[in-house]
Structures are given as C-alpha cells and as structure tokens.
C-alpha cells in the first residue's frame, strides 16, 4: 500500500486544483459537442427532411469512427504526450463540429459524424491515462469523479446555450441549429490551443511542481507501477487479448448504452412532458437531471475511494438507474418522470468514474495505454447500438415507451456483470490507511 504522507497528500491537492478544472472545460466540450445533435433533431430535420431512422443512424455512426482509431490515438499519446496529441484532438473536432452547420443532407450528415468520432477518438481514454500518470489509486476515483463533471455541467450550462442559440433562428440568414453547431464547435477548438501552453505530460515537467513534491509523487506511482507489472498484462498485445479487459468492456458498452440512449433525446422526452417546443425552457428543465447527476458524482466516487469497494457501489447505482429510465415512461406524471430521469442521469453519470478505478488499477505502463483505449473503444459502441436499437424497439412494439423499457432491462444486465466481478476476483481494494485531507 502507498504511504499517505502529507507531502503527498498536499501535491495532489496541488495537482488536482491544476489539471482538474482544465480537463473538466475540455470534457465539457467534448461531451457537448458529440450530444448537441439531440438538441438540433426538431428543427434540424424540418429544416433537411431527414427522417427519424437516418437521424438516429447519423447521431450514432459518430461512435463507428470513435471506436475504430481509440487505439492508435491512445498509443500515440502514451508516445508523443498530452500536450501536443490533446490539443490536435481538440483543435480538429471543433472545426468539424462546426461544420455541421453545412450538413443539409444525410450523407453530409452521415460523413460529418463520422469524421467528428474520428477527430475525437482518443481524447476520453487520453485522459483517463493522463489521470493515472498523476494521480495513486487512491486519489484516483475522486479525481475521475472530478473530471466526470464535465458531463453533468455540460447539459447544465449547455443545454441552455444550445436551447438559446436555437433560437437565433433566422439570424444572419442562418437556421438556429446552425448557430448552436458553429459556436460550440469553435470554442473547442479555441481551448484545444491553450491546452498545447496549459498541460505538462507528465509530473517531472511541471515547472509548478517543487523537487520535493515531484519526488514524492513519482515514488508513489512508480510504487503501483510495479505491483501493476506483476499482476497485469506487460504489452499491448496482452491487454487487447486479455479476458478482464474485454469483461471490462462489455461492462463499459452497456453503461454507455444508458447514456446515450437517454441523452440524444432527452430534449425531446423533455418538450413532450412539457408539452412544448425546444427551446430555452426545455434546455433549462432538461439540465434539471444534470444538476442531480453533478451531486451524485461528486459524493459517490469520494465514498467509494473512502471503503475501497467498488463493485458494490458501482452495481447497486446501475440498478438505481434502470429504475429511473424505466419509471420516466412508466409514470404517468410529468413530475414523476422527471424525478425518474433524475435518478437515471445521476447513476449512469456517477458509475463511470468508480467503473475507471477498476481497468485502471489492473492496468499500467503501455498496456494501459492499448487497454484503456480498447475498452473505451469497444464500450463506445454501446453509443452507436443504442439510439438504432431504441428506434427499432418503437417500431418493432409500437410503443413510444419501448425503447426506454429495453435500455433499462440492458442496464439491469449490466449491474448483474458488475455484481459478477467477484468471481475473477476485481472490485475489492484493501481500505486506504487514511482518506486524502481534502476529501473530506
């Protein structure tokens, strides 16, 4: 077990006041810029003629492009740094988010998602390696917990941004969704050039950093490093063939079949509860769900660091959020569904960090870099399966409530695997000796 000094203690706080709130604004846009689609859907296809079925395939091929260069994209970091590899990330899938403004027709539409999981891959699984060259095990999950606040505060303050500029319809004979596509897609280019002058790829070039802190940290890392090295895949090849790994990813494909089958239409399940039109009232009701989930993933990850247990807190909150996308078509009041949609966000937020402390605990050095990627790169599909799979559900049962019901039965499937991590003997670690100061 790593020592707790107060050294070590106090350069994590350090760290974490550094990259936390950077890696947070990036997360922020990057989780924008791949869910705003689901703000666009009304006006974008009154305005296109695209149908419901394209529309669907569109928002989900995004994932088809993500998962296909994850891998490489990760390898090249672990080689070349953050700090050159984040920044064109971010510079290219903002300039090609913008460019959705042009997407009159489905194979623009189609093309334009595709090359925008392209541009982006690498960035999700790029940070949660970056993490663990900062961050013990210990500290980690409240670190994650941390950087998960991106996705909560990106509906929170960008759904209403997005609700408002939806609203610039006609202005500067451009269509309101156009707007929303241009100006979130810019801002993320214009981080992605401060993070080339803002991020340090690893502790020994922070400059802000004393001797003695660096010292302590890598102690700490290198420390994990090895007991990782003598429990985990030592190579690529062995971590994309390893048995845990792809356990890991199904686990990770069915959580991000949650999200995504609830995010790209919540705005639109939001309107027909309220009974309205997109538009700043439902971008402002709809970041409701987010405010709870931001709660949730501040309190749950910190809790689970503080036991050490893992499995249990991250298969009891994917039950929790089965019940929530279930009950939110299962009422028959817009209160009480909003309530459930409250319980889903929160969960299927708040359990990817806790699930992240689990591949990142078995995993380090270059294998870390392959194995991270590939479960985020097959789990991602979950994305693409997702928004097809609820279409079809609705069709199929000719029920607007079907899909939902799916989604939430595939989530319950996921606790199960989760809960079942015992038997390969994962998601248990020794209690810390001492909780970070800070965390408390």
């Not at 922020?28 to 079925?53: C, E, M, P």
């Not at 492009?65 to 050159?84: C, D, Q, T, W």
């Not at 027909?272 to 409701?288: D, K, P, S, W, Y």
Request: proline fraction near 4%; aromatic fraction near 14%; charge should be positive.
């Amino acid at each position: 077990m790593v020592a707790q000094t107060p050294t070590l203690l106090a350069t994590i706080d350090k760290v974490t006041k550094r990259l936390l709130p950077f890696l947070l604004l990036m997360y922020v846009l990057a989780f924008l810029d791949r869910a705003n689609v689901g703000f666009a859907k009304k006006a974008f296809q009154a305005d296109t003629g695209i149908s419901d079925a394209a529309f669907a395939f569109g928002a989900s091929i995004f994932f088809l492009g993500y998962a296909l260069f994850e891998v490489p994209s990760n390898l090249i970091m672990h080689r070349v740094g953050a700090k050159v590899w984040m920044a064109r990330i971010m510079v290219t899938w903002g300039l090609i988010s913008a460019a959705m403004m042009f997407a009159h027709d489905e194979m623009t539409f189609y093309a334009l998602r595709v090359a925008l999981g392209v541009a982006e891959a690498g960035f999700f699984p790029g940070v949660i390696l970056y993490l663990t060259y900062w961050f013990p095990s210990f500290a980690r999950g409240r670190a994650m917990g941390l950087f998960y606040f991106g996705a909560p505060l990106a509906f929170i303050f960008g759904s209403p941004l997005s609700g408002l500029l939806l609203e610039f319809q006609g202005s500067g004979g451009l269509h309101g969704w156009q707007w929303m596509f241009m100006i979130e897609g810019l801002l993320a280019s214009v981080v992605g050039v401060w993070a080339y002058f803002y991020l340090d790829n690893k502790p020994a070039d922070a400059k802000w950093l004393s001797a003695q802190e660096k010292a302590a940290l890598d102690a700490a890392l290198k420390s994990e490093e090895m007991e990782k090295q003598a429990h985990g895949p030592r190579g690529t090849l062995a971590a994309l063939a390893s048995g845990r790994v792809l356990y890991f990813a199904l686990i990770y494909f069915i959580i991000q079949m949650s999200v995504y089958g609830v995010v790209f239409y919540l705005p639109t399940q939001v309107a027909g509860l309220l009974g309205t039109n997109v538009g700043l009232t439902v971008g402002i009701v709809t970041a409701i769900p987010w405010v709870c989930a931001l709660a949730a993933t501040y309190y749950l990850p910190r809790l689970s660091d503080r036991t050490g247990e893992r499995r249990l807190f991250a298969g009891g909150i994917l039950v929790v959020c089965a019940a929530g996308i279930a009950a939110s078509v299962a009422s028959g009041s817009p209160l009480l569904s909003m309530i459930a949609l409250c319980f889903a966000a929160a969960g299927f937020i708040s359990v990817q960090p806790i699930f992240w402390t689990l591949p990142t605990g078995y995993l380090g050095g270059v294998a870390a870099a392959g194995g991270i990627a590939l479960i985020n790169s097959l789990g991602s599909l979950g994305g693409f399966v997702a928004p097809n799979v609820k279409n079809w559900a609705e069709k199929f049962f000719e029920s607007g409530a079907a899909g939902l019901y799916l989604l939430a039965g595939t989530t319950l499937i996921g606790a199960l695997l989760v809960f079942a991590l015992a038997a390969i003997g994962v998601g248990r670690e020794t209690r810390p000796a001492a909780a970070p100061a800070s965390s408390r």
